[in-house]
């Protein structure tokens, strides 16, 4: 009885194990990649509250193994594209990009570290927009 319990107790933790490992190995599809790319831009952003993407360039340069030259050089393109937009963002804009890091971005890596700056600089995006 003793070790039929553990044996299921095993495979539960296999399985856990398995389903937390999967996500990690993924593909992201060309547009995941891009975007993600994007947040990246907008997570290391000053203007919008900065934060620590040492996690999205992680999972950027899993991603990054065999794709296409054309989608890595527009990934570095919408990165930069989205460094600049936010430098220069103010208002409802900055605002709008506050959302979308806080959102989208999260959405694409929740474990990354645009959780960690998620709700830091949305208090100074409200204000800006008065």
Known sequence: MLISKTLMAIA???????????????????????????????????????????????????????????IMERADQMRDDAATAAQHASGDYRAKLVAERDGVCQNLAPNSATTSVAHAPAAGAASSVN
Request: proline share 3%; hydrophobic share 40%; glycine share 12%.
């Open 12 to 70: 539960a933790l296999a399985t856990a194990g398995a389903a937390v490992a999967a996500p990690a190995s993924s593909r992201m599809s060309d547009v995941q990649f891009l975007q993600l790319n994007r947040c990246a831009g907008l997570v290391a952003s000053q203007q919008l509250g900065g934060g620590d993407g040492k996690l999205v360039d992680a999972v950027i340069r899993e991603q990054s193994r065999g794709r296409d030259p054309y």
